[in-house]
């Protein structure tokens, strides 16, 4: 006998954590959640290279994700952090894990202006139906800006540069909120480094400015899914939490609890998955009443697709399946400053402080011109990633450092003096370092949301990008990021090398769409009606909640977006209207 659950959710992001929190609290102690990727407790996520090269996620011996390889690793199997799929015009960045994306993303909770939510978002879908919504996940995420409190270790100086280039080029720049923990009281922070339970219990540290939102934030300063939604559903509500278990199938039951791939989903549903923490990859089920299938854009898209398409179980399926693709503008650029910083301009210094505290906006929130609306963030990359691009600079840009060293060495053996301490040599040979002086720009914009997702032969969703569709935007993107580094006195501009021949391909760390809310099948894959809202069309009970929902690109940062429409997802099941107390 398979034991019956009133809800399965499939992954624990932001759509997961959210739908796993409501659901428990409507039936606690039956919910089941499944995760592929692993649990990360504070200090666990991987910093030494031995331990990143396992840190991306390859599975084998599981249908469907038969990927290639490389010969070195086609006995290695890895369940880490990063799935980072390549496309023809499009390479992706998805996380495995507990907590989903939220374990790498980079915190920020920015809700889009009403402008962008266009035609193709339906009316109980549009920015004022949200509103309760946003200001909810807003609440449980703990959303404020960066503190200003007077705290020199506090003062972030690349968010004065960005505040300085918005003023100097006419745009208009702000800090975002960020979901970064500061202590339980906004007015007051926690110094940098101290710990305490948020108000879901879970224990966090005072953000250490540390700049590792976006690999894993080992002093759990970040407010990730696990630290509160999820928390509260496995610890509060009694939800069964299984990690490393990969969903595999969903099927219809009948009235006499039998498969069935007739039935429309009313008796139930049975959900096939492996646990991946079996050499053996161990094939189980659980039946539940309903599902909700938050497993990401490409996850979720996935999964159905396979249903409908490869085991045949979910027949009903919209044709609508894998449309509506958006990689919501993404776009990664890098300007490297002179040696010295101008007189009154701050250094870049993106080694320190939340990965994003402020914005500088390009026609999306004022003077909306749909072809080329976006954001510009400042962004910035861990310490440990700075020795590494000092490690791999081209060796003629360490002469003037090794010229230095020599020079003074040369001058104390005539003086005849002993060099005693070496910290003026190790001075000279660690200055000049490129990272004090390089920004990273980080851009979202209002892209044409036009692509496909399919099924290639091997079971495995593939992407068809018409790029040059949204070559408006990125044109725009590349010359607002020149403009930037003019500014700045830059001496050398450049975006993430993929963008250049011949690979000519952007890489996205926000695709959505694949499932989109519609008013009837024929636009849409789910419901935007109010009594059945994500649920998908001609399936009772079976749900989507996460990024795969979004009918377009939203142009801010889609963490607001996706959590305030997974909490409609939840109340339109439970009955109940959400709360910040959970």
Request: charged share 20%; net charge neutral.
């Amino acid at each position: 006998m398979t034991e019956r659950y009133e809800a399965i959710v499939i992954g624990s992001g932001f759509g997961g954590g959210i739908s796993a929190a409501r659901l428990s609290k409507r039936w606690p102690g039956r919910v089941m959640v499944l995760e592929r990727g692993k649990r990360y407790p504070m200090g666990s996520f991987p910093r030494a290279p031995h331990d990143f090269a396992r840190n991306f996620w390859n599975v084998i011996d599981v249908p469907g994700e038969k990927r290639p390889r490389p010969r070195q690793m086609k006995d290695a199997e890895a369940h880490g952090l990063f799935d980072v799929r390549n496309y023809r015009r499009m390479d992706v960045v998805l996380c495995a894990g507990l907590g989903g994306g939220s374990l790498i993303y980079a915190n920020v909770f920015l809700e889009p202006p009403d402008h962008v939510f266009d035609e193709r978002w339906p009316a109980n879908v549009k920015k004022a139906a949200l509103a309760p919504y946003y200001r909810v996940a807003k609440e449980v995420l703990g959303s404020r800006p960066i503190p200003r409190n007077g705290d020199p270790r506090r003062e972030i100086t690349r968010t004065r540069l960005f505040e300085q280039v918005a003023k100097a080029t006419g745009r208009n720049s702000s800090l975002v909120d960020i979901n970064v923990f500061f202590g339980n009281d906004f007015a007051n922070p926690l110094p940098i480094g101290e710990q305490a339970r948020n108000r879901y219990g879970a224990l966090q540290t005072s953000c250490v400015y540390c700049a590792e939102c976006d690999v894993g934030c080992n002093t759990h300063s970040k407010n990730t899914i696990d630290l509160n939604y999820l928390h509260v559903a496995e610890h509060r509500y009694g939800a069964q939490v299984l990690t490393e278990h990969l969903a595999h199938q969903i099927v219809p039951v009948n009235a006499r609890e039998e498969d069935d791939p007739a039935a429309d989903g009313s008796h139930g549903y049975r959900v096939y998955y492996y646990d991946l923490r079996q050499g053996s990859k161990l094939k189980s089920a659980a039946l539940a009443n309903r599902v909700v299938v938050s497993a990401g854009t490409f996850g979720s898209t996935e999964l159905l697709m396979r249903c409908r398409d490869l085991y045949k179980t979910l027949p009903r399926l919209s044709e609508r399946l894998g449309r509506r693709f958006s990689g919501n503008g993404d776009f990664l650029s890098f300007v490297i400053g002179q040696e010295q910083v101008p007189a009154g301009q701050p250094p870049a210094n993106p080694n320190y402080g939340p990965v994003i505290t402020q914005r500088i906006d390009c026609n999306l929130f004022e003077q909306f011109a749909k072809d080329h609306a976006f954001i510009l963030e400042d962004a910035s990359y861990p310490v440990f990633t700075s020795w590494f691009v000092e490690g791999v600079k081209p060796r003629y840009m360490h002469l003037q450092a090794i010229w230095l060293w020599l020079r003074n060495a040369f001058a104390r053996w005539v003086k005849g003096t002993s060099p005693g301490s070496v910290g003026w040599a190790l001075g000279d040979l660690l200055s000049g370092d490129i990272s004090w002086n390089t920004s990273v720009l980080l851009c979202m914009g209002i892209d044409r949301s036009n692509g496909t997702m399919s099924l290639d032969k091997q079971g495995s969703v593939t992407l068809d990008w018409p790029q040059q569709d949204s070559m408006p935007l990125y044109n725009a993107i590349v010359e607002e990021c020149k403009r930037y580094n003019k500014v700045v006195d830059g001496k050398d501009f450049f975006v993430l090398p993929t963008w250049y021949h011949p690979l000519r391909k952007n890489v996205s760390v926000h695709p959505l769409g694949g499932c989109v809310l519609a008013d009837d099948p024929a636009a849409g894959v789910t419901s935007a009606a109010i009594p059945t809202f994500g649920q998908v069309f001609g399936y009772p009970g079976l749900y989507v909640a996460d990024g795969a929902l979004l009918p377009s690109a939203v142009g801010a940062n889609p963490t607001a977006t996706i959590s305030a429409v997974s909490e409609r997802v939840a109340e339109g099941i439970t009955g109940i209207a959400p709360d910040g107390d959970l």
